[in-house]
């Protein structure tokens, strides 16, 4: 049965046009029938895994849409758009809070000196926030944000700009145990220690890390990783997940891998 619905952002006018991390490099080339191609084997892996996938258009002015993940933070028919920091992306928040009125959300807003990139930074687990901020996102939007949504806030400083979305260096994983796994060096406080109560903490190497292994997609028991050459997944799958590759390497030009385009729904 699906019972988890998702929404992606179509990827014909991905391209690199400026510099906003420093895993974008102006002037690389984006090889885009590769990227249309592994944006659709992401989309049918997320399918298979049990998911119904949610496509809002393209925009030929906003490159980075594609990363849906940035477009707001939703519980249940909720959503609070994001205030991204960047102008080269601003322009985004019309397109996502226009997606989200017409699909029946009750959407509202951040006071819009406090920036915010939705789940790169942030997600409801139970009656917490769990976020971060630092680099993309300020601490008082993730305190309106639990404020408005009534959740207890859970939030951690990134230092590291390489890292600079909560979803590039920490994934929750879907197990009994609450497991998730994290890149300590990302984080101002290396132990996490604000998120060691609600999850068993299962540190990252390096290596796994500039693949953007946290950035994998759980769907159901299933976690959709970006590359096969990621020492955790033996972890993972000792832990009874079920592991899929999606190989996203056109978009990690961009700084982003499986998570980053997409965010769950229900
Ligand atoms: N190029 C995009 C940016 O820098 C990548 C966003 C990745 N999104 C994410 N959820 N980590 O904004």
Redesign the pocket.
Known sequence: MQNTSVLMSSPEYFRIEYS??PW?IEGVEINLELAKDQWGGLKSTIEKCGAEVNVIPGNTVYP?LV?T??SGIIKDKSVLISNFKYQE?QGEEVIYENWFRKNGYDVARIPSEHKF?G??DAFVYGEYLIGSYGIRSDKEALLFIADHFQLIPKIAKLVDEKF??L??CFQQLPTKNNDAIFYPPAFEDQSLSEFSDLFNLIPIHEDDANQLAC?AVVINESVIFPSENIEIIETVAQLGCNIEISNVSEFMK???AC??LVITLQ
């Open positions: 906003i991390n974008m980075d990363f993940a940035n992306r990139e789940r790169g600079y979305h979803d590039t950035n961009s700084g982003g998570q980053c």
